[in-house]
């Protein structure tokens, strides 16, 4: 109950009231902005390890040098035991727990300027981890009170009930925040009409639907596209230091002055997406790479020559030090290229590369489309390119994640597919198009604008999906989009070395014990034997 809030903005600074009561404490102004504060931080807890819930088992990464959880990156032997999804499963109520004590001392605090807003921030937040919660394992407890003593018994909501609930509070929270919040980091209108329109979107698949999802999901999009803007180009957008950019709704927040040690207190997202580059990194100062979440060929092929996106989610081009991309980035066509990844409409002519610039490309190894690039446990180092959107300069070497980078959850360049999977899902492929074209063109290569123009008759779910993969690659969406569009099974079994293996022995990893399908996540095995409710597991397991 005692709570030490480590942050990164101004908003979030450590408070150490170790021998305050709480109940004391929660109660004055300086205490309460604590626990609020603690609160988002529970956000690190649920985001800031490895990704596999948000990655793994999915058309677009692969197991590379490293292992993977074989019950999440293939579905075969998943079960209740399964310790990522038991992890997932804890923090996130140890997150509602915190958010539930939260809303509690809102009602008994002293009053301050700020304080409805507080309560609506927090109950965003409780909101958000049920939507996380739903989506992965369908019936779960909503747990809404402040405990202050241990309780053994909780029954499993029905989904549909989950979602009403998530909906309420998000429409309340919309009363409440500010339009614009006072810090970064904070939630406010934008933020929430986003996830409004993303939790209706998602509820609009399912069978107890209601008739106007669809409709909802686009309206509060647009709402949130009205209260923003694209950041004018995809490079800019990730290119370290530029977190807090306009295109932003919704991140974790990280700093490295909020950090005790920065080889493990840091988050780990620049550490999984590939490709490993080496054991010099401590030396040559280039990030650990871990080579387990690795791109697959349909990631790759994903791109056209006319996507700028390409060269933003891939490092194609490395130097003798990997970070001089980053710290020596104003005299780039001066340093010598150590690899070149060339790309399928270059590798018929890399000579062509080579010419552009033959003072620093002459000696560059070149590593040509496809040979080795969906990396896997005996590639060589460096064969592969590795995402380069969540890379770090500031962090040191670490096998453990020391990245303090911001987490970004939300902004829009998904908010505009959001609106496009809605407007398709309401027979307006035209609308769909054109919220699509918002992302494309600001993705031009310059004179390429025609050919990322698409129109009405382009648009279905795979294109959309399609479309995701390019705009939100490492985002931590994937799992739930394909979960959402019911093609998970079908597009890892097309795009997924690893399940389509499987699938080609006989074998539909999916399929469980009972004959039913592993598309939700198993209740832990743990939740269920401390549990005196009678938990039904879900199907599958």
Request: net charge negative.
């Amino acid at each position: 109950m005692l709570i030490s809030a480590v942050g990164c903005n101004d908003y979030l600074e450590e408070v150490n009231n170790s021998n305050v009561v709480a109940e004391e404490f929660y109660t004055t102004e300086e205490g309460y902005e604590s626990l609020v504060n603690a609160t988002y931080a529970t956000l690190r807890d649920v985001y800031g390890s490895e990704p596999w819930v948000f990655s793994a088992g999915t058309d677009l990464f692969v197991e590379g040098r490293n292992q993977q959880p074989e019950g999440i990156s293939e579905y075969r032997n998943l079960g209740p035991a399964e310790g990522a999804v038991e992890d997932f499963y804890l923090n996130v109520y140890a997150a509602i727990r915190q958010a539930n004590t939260a809303l509690y001392y809102n009602d008994i605090t002293e009053e301050t300027a700020v304080l409805e807003q507080r309560r609506g921030e927090v109950k965003f937040l409780r909101a958000y981890y049920y939507f996380l919660l739903v989506q992965q394992f369908g019936d779960v407890a909503l747990v809404t009170d402040f405990l202050n003593e241990v309780v053994t018994e909780f029954e499993r909501r029905p989904a549909s009930e989950v979602y009403q609930f998530i909906i309420s509070e998000m429409e309340e929270a919309l009363q409440l925040v500010p339009e614009n919040a006072e810090s970064r980091g904070r939630v406010d209108k934008a933020a929430v009409y986003h996830y409004l329109a993303k939790v209706h979107l998602t509820r609009g698949y399912e069978a107890y639907a209601t008739a106007d999802d669809f409709e909802k999901a686009a309206a509060y999009a647009d709402e949130a596209i009205s209260r923003g803007t694209l950041v004018n180009s995809f490079e800019e957008l990730f290119f370290p230091g530029n977190e807090n950019n306009e295109e932003v709704l919704f991140a974790v927040q990280y700093s490295s002055s909020s950090i005790i040690d920065p080889r493990d207190d840091g988050h780990m997202q620049s550490l999984f997406f590939g490709p490993y580059l080496g054991g010099e990194g401590a030396v040559q100062g280039y990030p650990y790479r871990s080579n387990t979440l690795v791109p697959t060929m349909f990631l790759f092929d994903a791109f056209s020559q006319y996507d700028a996106r390409f060269e933003a989610t891939f490092m194609t081009q490395i130097y003798d030090r990997y970070y001089d991309y980053y710290d020596r980035n104003d005299e780039l066509d001066a340093l010598v290229v150590e690899t070149y990844f060339a790309p399928r409409w270059a590798v018929q002519d890399t000579a062509a590369w080579r010419a552009a610039n033959p003072e620093t490309r002459a000696t560059a190894r070149i590593r040509p489309y496809p040979i080795g690039w969906e990396a896997g446990a005996n590639s060589l180092d460096g064969t592969s390119p590795g995402i380069k959107k969540f890379d770090d300069p500031k962090s040191v070497f670490s096998g453990n994640g020391s990245s303090t980078r911001d987490i970004i959850l939300a902004r829009l360049g998904e908010t505009y597919l959001i609106a496009a999977e809605a407007y398709l899902q309401m027979g307006q492929e035209g609308t769909a198009a054109e919220r699509i074209n918002a992302v494309r063109l600001r993705a031009a290569k310059p004179g390429s604008e025609a050919e990322m123009t698409i129109t009405a008759a382009d648009v279905d779910i795979d294109f959309i999906l399609d479309e995701r993969a390019r705009e939100l690659a490492g985002e931590y969406h994937r799992w739930f989009d394909l979960k959402r569009t019911g093609k998970l099974m079908e597009r890892t079994e097309l795009y997924n070395r690893d399940i389509k293996a499987w699938f080609a022995s006989g074998i539909n990893p999916f399929q469980g014990t009972d004959g039913n399908f592993k598309i939700l996540r198993p209740i832990p095995q743990l939740a269920i034997d401390l549990n005196e409710a009678n938990i039904q597991q879900n199907p599958g397991y």
